[in-house]
Every structure is written in C-alpha cells, then in structure tokens.
C-alpha cells in the first residue's frame, strides 16, 4: 500500500517569513495530493490540492509542488501569519485503491 | 461541500463498554469513511462503509471490535466495542467525492477510563 513521509514534524518561524513542509509518497499510482490544515481541537480542513498532471499550483499565500518523478510535493506558506498555526497534513490518493494515506504531521507555529 | 454531523462530539466510557457514534450528512454520498487520530498523531482509516454490505476494514482494525453500519447514502455508525484506555481517541467520519476529496465531521473525542 501506499506510504507518506512527511517532514518536517515540528516548525517554527517568525511572522513573515515562508514555511514549507515535504512530503514524499510510495506509490506511483498515486494521482491526487491534498493539504489538510487541523487547528487545535478541530477536523481538518482541506486547504490546496494537486493532480498529478500539474506541477504547480497557488492560492493567494499557499502553494503546492508536485515532482511526479522524484515522488515528493511541498507545501510553500509565504508571509505566515499567526493564525496559519496549525498541524498539517499531506495526503496522497490512490484511484485505484480509493484510499487516501496521509502523512505524520507538521505542526506549524508562527511566533508574532 | 456536505454537511456532516456526528455526535457525540465527547463522551467519556467506562473500560468494558461500547459506544457508538453517528455521522449524518446533508446529501447522499457514495463513499464513507471512519477515521481514528489517536492523540497527537495522524489520521488512520480504520474501514470504508459501504453501503447495503458490510464495511471494508484496513489493516489492523476488525469488524467485532470496530462493528460499522451504512444503511443508506446520508448515515453510517461506528461503534466501538469492548474499549479499553487505548481506544481513547478521535473517531472521525468523512465522506469522499470518488477523485479523492475528503471532507471530515467535526470527530468524537472519546476518552475511555
């Protein structure tokens, strides 16, 4: 089945500055890559996604990147701001098996 | 996207009980799931209910510990039976769009003493 590694799993920057987390997955069968953003005591949330025929893909402050190759893909958080403390998740999708994995965690904290 | 509900959002069991946890959704979907993060850990599929047949388990999770029902394409339940401080978890319901989307209930904070 498939596998995600996520790293890394603790993060700390200053408000302004840029985040990114890293994902690697197993299967090459895997074609959808999810973010999932979880505040303290809620449901995750999802936040950006990626199909495995883009390489790149943006919303305002987030981004993603996919390497279908190397089998990894990023999440790039510019400008952080207090409220993007969160733990994240990436997730990665199998059609075939219809069954999302995700990864271990981010936990993100932007000190103000 | 749907609207999911669950309840409890919290209970607290005793060692030997079960409990079980409802999930509803606003819209018929073909593809439920009940997740478990134990705490401060990721999320993990515990079984896919399907609807009108028995639910199809992960690795590691069994139907007579974690029994599951989807008797239409708006409800499922999981129970979780014989608990044990270990099972002391969030149990989180989630309905997928079939290209991989999934969007969660607000999960059942289960605390068993």
């Known amino acids: 089945g498939e596998n995600v590694e996520q790293h890394p799993s603790t993060l700390s920057v200053q408000e302004g500055d840029s985040a990114v987390i890293k994902c690697t997955y197993s299967?090459?069968?895997?074609?959808?890559f999810p973010w999932y953003k979880q505040e303290l005591g809620k449901r995750p949330q999802l936040i950006i996604d990626?199909?495995?025929?883009?390489g790149e893909k943006k919303d305002q402050r987030i981004a993603v990147t996919l390497n279908k190759t190397a089998k990894h893909f990023s999440l790039h958080i510019t400008e952080t701001q207090p409220e993007d403390s969160a733990v994240y998740f990436c997730a990665a999708y199998s059609g075939g098996y219809q069954k999302v994995t995700f990864g271990t965690g981010t936990k993100l904290q932007v000190i103000p | 996207s749907a609207v999911i509900s669950q309840k409890p959002s919290r209970d607290i069991c005793q060692r030997g009980t079960s409990l079980t946890i409802q999930c509803q959704v606003d819209?018929?979907?073909?593809?439920m799931f009940w997740y478990r993060q134990q705490p401060g850990q990721s999320l993990t599929l515990i079984a896919t209910a399907n609807q009108g047949s028995e639910a199809t388990y992960e690795s590691g999770f069994v139907i007579d510990k974690f029994p599951i029902s989807r008797p239409n394409l708006t409800f499922s339940t999981l129970t979780v039976s014989n608990m044990s401080p270990e099972d002391s978890s969030i149990y989180l319901c989630?309905?997928?769009?079939?290209?991989?989307?999934?969007?969660f209930g607000e999960g059942s904070r289960l605390t068993v003493l």
């Open positions: 990626i199909r495995s025929n883009v």
């Open positions: 819209s018929q979907v073909t593809m």
């Open positions: 299967d090459s069968a895997s074609n959808y």
């Open positions: 989630s309905v997928g769009t079939g290209s991989g989307e999934l969007f």
